[in-house]
């Protein structure tokens, strides 16, 4: 390896509302013997990371389903990459792709069992790993299927439905014979929705006339919720008896120092319905099943992705991030940290 250093992201301090300009700061750090890997473990160059709405619960310090990140350590992020070195019993080899939680770093030492071996199927790329056939399309399948168990010809309706989960929602629910509905925050992700996606309606949740319009709908029998806040109470009032709201996420509240309660959840009695959150972590054991459906639409076709990707290096992960709660990508936000060239000179 050529270079003498490399750069990482690490949380600098918690915010209390939005992600600010000090929540984040670059450490160039020295290769050292902390980069040397351990019999079982490897040395991975990091190719891309995802960026996640959740990572701006990972910053805080509060319970969890998953720690919380420590002031002075390297952000977490999920990516992709490639090994460059691996240790004496390492079931890996050198050049071999691999995804897991490398973080917001340009190399990472990784345990083997921390990583997963990538084949990428007929049909999809790299890149689909961190999105169809990664953390957001288990978390749609698993979310849809396992929690809102959509029926045919019941009515979905799915809040950020123009983002990766949301998105790939609405596409397992039009192929599961369902009536779906969509919400997301532009006239031209609407479109997007309808025209590529095949949405049966698509709603602009900043119209003024939005309250108004959704009600069209009439109620619905699932509600795959990315958003929470105001959509979500809102949402309440139209179930249909027995209606089930799949919980992913919270986009509107992520940045409240005191989120707002809700207020018309008596209507869950009323209409027998059931709100459940859930996280796809707990799916893990199921995700090969998962794989081979989503990677069979991937090649045939029938599942389509959008990729907002940010080119510039590790250091455009933080100026990056508040896209997520603006609404500024449409698709699966990436960030791209080196190029896929693994030819021994490269590495």
């Not at 619960?57 to 389903?65: E, F, K, M």
């Not at 953390?135 to 809102?148: D, I, R």
């Not at 989503?294 to 990056?320: C, M, N, W, Y």
Request: with cysteine; aromatic share 8%; hydrophobic share 35%.
């Amino acid at each position: 390896m050529s270079q003498s250093d490399y750069k990482r992201i690490v949380l600098n301090s918690r915010p209390v509302a939005d992600f600010e300009p000090s929540t984040f700061r670059t450490e160039v750090v020295p290769f050292d013997d902390k980069l040397k890997p351990g019999p079982e473990e490897v040395l991975v160059k990091t190719l891309w990371i995802s960026l996640e709405p959740a990572m701006r619960g990972w910053v805080r310090d509060a319970r969890s389903y998953i720690p919380p990140v420590q002031i002075g350590e390297t952000m977490r992020a999920q990516g992709l990459g490639v090994v460059v070195q691996a240790g004496s019993d390492s079931t890996l080899r050198k050049g071999d792709y691999v995804a897991g939680i490398l973080g917001m770093t340009e190399y990472t030492v990784a345990k083997d069992k921390m990583l997963e071996k990538l084949t990428v199927p007929k049909g999809a790329t790299l890149l689909d790993y961190l999105n169809t056939l990664g953390s957001s399309g288990m978390t749609a399948y698993f979310g849809l299927k396992e929690v809102g168990k959509l029926k045919k010809s019941e009515t979905l309706v799915v809040s950020g439905a123009a983002g990766s989960v949301g998105s790939l929602v609405c596409q397992l629910g039009k192929a599961a014979g369902a009536k779906v509905y969509a919400i997301a925050g532009s006239q031209d992700k609407c479109q997007w929705l309808i025209q590529e996606l095949g949405v049966d309606g698509a709603f602009n949740y900043k119209s003024p006339t939005f309250r108004n319009d959704i009600k069209t709908i009439g109620y619905f029998d699932v509600f795959f919720d990315n958003v929470g806040g105001e959509i979500l109470d809102l949402m309440l009032t139209r179930l249909n008896k027995g209606a089930r709201i799949a919980l992913c996420g919270g986009i509107s509240d992520y940045n409240s120092a005191k989120p707002k309660g809700l207020q018309n959840y008596l209507t869950l009695i009323s209409q027998r319905a059931s709100i459940q959150g859930f996280v796809v972590f707990d799916y893990k054991s199921q995700y090969s099943e998962a794989r081979q459906e989503l990677a069979k639409g991937l090649g045939d076709g029938t599942i389509k992705r959008k990729f907002h990707i940010v080119e510039g290096g590790i250091e455009q992960a933080p100026k990056s991030l508040p896209l997520l709660f603006s609404g500024g990508n449409t698709g699966k936000l990436i960030i791209k940290v080196a190029e896929e060239d693994t030819s021994p000179s490269k590495l």
